[in-house]
């Protein structure tokens, strides 16, 4: 597909559709709801399978979707497919427990669905994000009205279409599409029990709001501006190649992206050389050729925001060290697309502006450091705490490191891996609430106890 060309129109859901939608899923609920752990799994199961042996087919539609590399998009895909198969495994285990009580009378506790949930997700991995969402919420028995970001509005749909064919009921996972408006109906609408949001920290305190007043849960999955702390006793090849995945996959494009590269001193003129010589052979490009590492942004006025970062970095003194240009690839037919180079800044500070806010762009900024008592401090000292990394050979430094770090997701000796067996989340403006794992279940039901007595009630009165 051309950049800049369009390649669908879609009506924004109104009240009416909003309506239409919950309703649809309130009625798939009842059904749904009904049906056995086991029973749940299958369908979920089957999905997985469509997913898998469509594999290629979805990361295309992804990548059209998106702008990202065709290699990630694949990528987004397996992971979205092993989500589906994790819960459905997790759908036939859910259970309650039994508390003996005295006197032979017991007490025991159900966990039951929600019901409507509402997904509303982000444009940088649409059809993984739709699908950590929409899983775990289903394996629990509940119905999921999903709204995509109007910007990626079209690999949700078939997502849609996956779980029909999987033998969902009509309507268990709906879609309807819009702005904040869209969103703003399914917030508010009285039937809806819960609402899950990845996105930026203002839209996310937003919805607390919205949510407040029905007081409905929210799992909000927000932004970050993650340390990723590179000690000199490292394994350099694998830092570099951990600090590239922290800041470029997607574009640069993620929000657990670690962007403040802190790099002990005596190390940090041999990380900085290796990290620019390897930025400046990322293939910029088509993103559907297979040996494209970086597609286009987003949008032309998300560009143009990196765009102004870059330039007021270097207006605060930090240095370019490669990249942060628009690109023009050679191919005519591109020349309109929105494309960047992958940025290194040098001689950062932690005042700077491009190290205290999310870029979400290919831009990574370097900064030094010389203790590690300096480094966690300086790493802490953010609203945000979605992830941060540490790079070492000591494996009782980096298990002390990451312990003092407040930051939900950690890493050592890896960047940007999430397993969808691990639970994803953030602390602070981040956000709260967890996606994958097991975790995601206490998020997508609620429990019920139930007291028996089996003798005679003894009253007080």
Avoid at 36 to 54: C, F, N
Avoid at 246 to 258: H, R
Avoid at 361 to 388: C, H, Q, Y
Wanted: proline letters at 5%; a neutral charge.
């Amino acid at each position: 597909t051309l950049p800049g060309r369009v390649i669908a129109r879609l009506q924004c859901s109104g009240q009416q559709e909003v309506e239409l939608a919950v309703q649809s899923a309130k009625a798939a609920f009842e059904a749904w709801s009904r049906l056995s752990g086991m029973e749940r799994a299958r369908v979920l199961l089957e999905a997985a399978r469509i997913i898998r042996e469509q594999r290629d087919e979805i990361a295309t539609l992804e990548t059209i979707n998106n702008g990202k590399s065709i290699f990630e998009a694949r990528v987004d895909i397996d992971i979205s497919w092993q989500c589906l198969e994790y819960y459905a495994g997790l759908a036939g285990s859910l259970a309650g427990e039994h508390i003996q009580l005295p006197g032979g009378s017991f007490g025991y506790t159900r966990r039951e669905p929600l019901g409507v949930c509402v997904g509303i997700g982000a444009w940088n991995y649409p059809f993984q994000i739709a699908c950590w969402k929409s899983a775990p919420a289903l394996a629990c028995g509940n119905a999921m009205v999903f709204k995509p970001s109007p910007f990626t509005p079209i690999s949700v749909v078939r997502l849609a279409e996956i779980f029909t064919e999987a033998g969902a009921p009509k309507g268990l996972f709906n879609v309807v599409q819009g702005g904040a408006a869209t969103g703003q109906f399914l917030c508010q609408h009285p039937d809806v029990a819960k609402i899950s949001f990845t996105g930026s920290v203002p839209t996310g305190s937003k919805i607390m709001e919205m949510a407040a007043k029905g007081i409905k849960p929210v799992t909000l999955e927000l932004g970050g501006k993650s340390p990723l702390i590179i000690f000199s006793d490292c394994s350099l090849e694998n830092a570099v190649n951990g600090a590239l995945m922290a800041n470029f996959l997607t574009q640069g494009e993620v929000c657990c992206n670690g962007t403040r590269v802190f790099v002990e001193r005596k190390i940090l003129d041999t990380f900085t050389k290796e990290v620019v010589k390897r930025t400046q052979k990322i293939k910029v490009g088509d993103p559907l050729q297979e040996d494209t590492r970086m597609g286009a942004l987003i949008n032309r006025p998300h560009l143009d925001r990196v765009q102004r970062f870059v330039k007021q970095a270097k207006e605060q003194g930090a240095q370019v060290l490669c990249g942060g240009d628009l690109y023009v690839p050679d191919d005519p037919k591109l020349k309109n697309g929105f494309y960047m180079q992958p940025c290194v800044l040098g001689n950062c500070t932690d005042d700077m502006t491009c190290v205290q806010e999310e870029i979400f762009g290919p831009v990574m900024s370097i900064l030094p450091f010389d203790t590690e008592e300096e480094v966690v401090k300086r790493a802490n000292d953010t609203k945000f705490g979605l992830a941060g990394g540490v790079f070492t050979r000591d494996i009782q430094k980096a298990h002390r490191v990451v312990a003092a770090l407040k930051a939900g997701m950690c890493f050592i000796n890896n960047y940007n891996v999430s397993p969808v067996e691990l639970p994803f989340g953030g602390y602070k403006a981040s956000g709260f609430g967890r996606e994958n794992g097991r975790a995601a279940i206490e998020y997508y039901s609620q429990l019920k106890t139930v007291c028996v007595e089996m003798g005679d009630v003894e009253s007080v009165f």
